[in-house]
């Protein structure tokens, strides 16, 4: 976490592959160690008349984002919103399919401790859920942000100044911290397939890893596993391109007939279904992730070492 400048500079010079699409990485200060999967700022250029485009996030963490331009309409399950320039979403295990015009975007990624520091409500409540920041009260308290981060006018370093001094009042310390750190590493390895294994790698019972999950990552232990396990399939077949499902699938699957399962289950189609839709910022904004950050999707960031201490 220590090389914010270096990353920050090969972000600037380093456009996603579609020419159309920048993302630009911010590292932010060693207080929020832990907390974010990634402060940045998105660039979505079309020529004069062009329609929106469409895309599906995949699985995430919480994220809050701001949009100065075109604002998106999305949807994750039975959640949707339109128009809102402030846009809040929950941990999630499905897909947020969203349509978004030209617009300068800034996005903010929370790690289950991040919830923990910057949220009061159970993150349990809010999964797959996409709303108007402002308007919900697990994200309200962030809609001061808008002013400024859907401010035209202002400088990329004005907005990134306002959103760390936004971020720095809101923080508070948690008693689980420790708790949460280690079940976030056990998850991010990978190395556990049994909800028992986590637990004990994890040095806590089955109930305790259960509150934790539920409280601060969301979902339940077994689901996290899965969804692991799921996103390291889809980000090796993202991030190859011409590979087949068959090479980007996690050692972890019994067999293809249970990948394409799961597939269907987080993503709601068919693996060869995904395969064949166009993904005009998705691909672009991963492999931008992992050439300047390094690590394509949120889902597979760890915590910082420090955290584990």
């Not at 911010?26 to 250029?45: I, N, Q, V």
């Not at 002013?147 to 009042?169: I, N």
């Not at 980007?248 to 019994?254: K, L």
């Amino acid at each position: 976490m220590g090389e914010g400048c270096d990353q920050q500079a090969a972000a600037e010079q380093a456009p996603a592959r579609v020419e159309r699409l920048t993302a630009v990485f911010r590292e932010p200060p060693e207080d929020f160690a832990g907390c974010f999967t990634s402060l940045y700022h998105l660039t979505l250029e079309q020529p004069a008349g062009a329609p929106p485009v469409t895309d599906y996030l995949q699985p995430e963490w919480a994220n809050i984002r701001f949009f100065c331009g075109a604002a998106p309409d999305a949807e994750i399950a039975g959640t949707r919103v339109s128009g809102a320039r402030f846009v809040g979403t929950g941990a999630s295990s499905l897909p947020c399919r969203f349509t978004l015009g030209p617009v300068r975007m800034w996005g903010v990624g929370f790690l289950p401790l991040g919830w923990a520091r910057f949220f009061r409500a159970e993150a349990s409540a809010c999964t797959n859920l996409i709303c108007d920041g402002a308007a919900h009260p697990a994200f309200a308290h962030f809609a001061g942000l808008e002013a400024v981060l859907c401010d035209p006018e202002a400088t990329l370093e004005e907005q990134y100044d306002a959103l760390v001094a936004a971020m720095a009042a809101a923080m508070r310390p948690n008693r689980d911290e420790p708790r949460i750190a280690r079940v976030h590493a056990a998850l991010v390895s990978g190395e556990h397939a049994a909800v028992a294994d986590l637990a004990e790698a994890c040095a806590m019972s089955i109930r305790t890893l259960e509150r934790i999950c539920t409280r601060f990552f969301g979902f339940p232990p077994k689901l996290l596993m899965r969804r692991q396990r799921f996103m390291r399939s889809l980000t090796s077949f993202m991030l190859q391109r011409g590979a087949r499902w068959t090479e980007a699938m996690d050692a972890h699957y019994h067999d293809q007939a249970q990948f394409t399962r799961e597939f269907r289950e987080f993503m709601t189609m068919n693996p060869s279904e995904y395969a064949a839709l166009e993904h005009p910022i998705l691909t672009s904004f991963m492999e931008a992730r992992a050439r300047i950050w390094g690590s394509a999707a949120q889902t597979l960031d760890p915590p910082p070492p420090l955290l584990l201490r």
